[in-house]
Nanobody
Framework: QVQLVESGGGLVQAGGSLRLSCAASGNVFSIAPMGWYRQAAGKQRELVARITRGGTTNYADSVKGRFTISRDNAKNTVSLQMNSLKPEDTAVYYC?????????WGQGTQVTVSS
């Protein structure tokens, strides 16, 4: 079992920045990729960014050049630096970790970008 706890959401004006963090606990040695997903009201959950244990990243096209995902394997944390935020980035952001055949999710943190 893996537990994920997110922090760092909030309200920001368009053009501003926020940093999300996620701390993993439990069977962390089994974790491979970690990432961030988001779900806006009335929409499906979508991948924002993902990072492997070795540091390979991939991003949704909508956030490339604005968001940066990073990972600290020693501290079992993953972070998402979000710059140049837009109102369309408003969503609940979820931390995700894959461990073997299982996927784990955090409780979600709200990010609201005002225009």
């Amino acid at each position: 079992q893996v537990q994920l706890v997110e922090s760092g959401g909030g309200l920001v004006q368009a053009g501003g920045s926020l940093r999300l963090s996620c701390a993993a606990s439990g069977n962390v040695f089994s974790i491979a990729p970690m990432g961030w997903y988001r779900q806006a009201a009335g929409k499906q959950r979508e991948l924002v960014a993902r990072i492997t244990r070795g540091g390979t990243t991939n991003y949704a096209d909508s956030v490339k050049g604005r968001f940066t995902i990073s990972r600290d394997n020693a501290k079992n944390t993953v972070s998402l630096q979000m710059n140049s935020l837009k109102p369309e980035d408003t969503a609940v952001y979820y931390c995700n970790a894959a461990a073997g055949p299982f996927e784990y999710w955090g409780q979600g943190t709200q990010v609201t970008v005002s225009s």
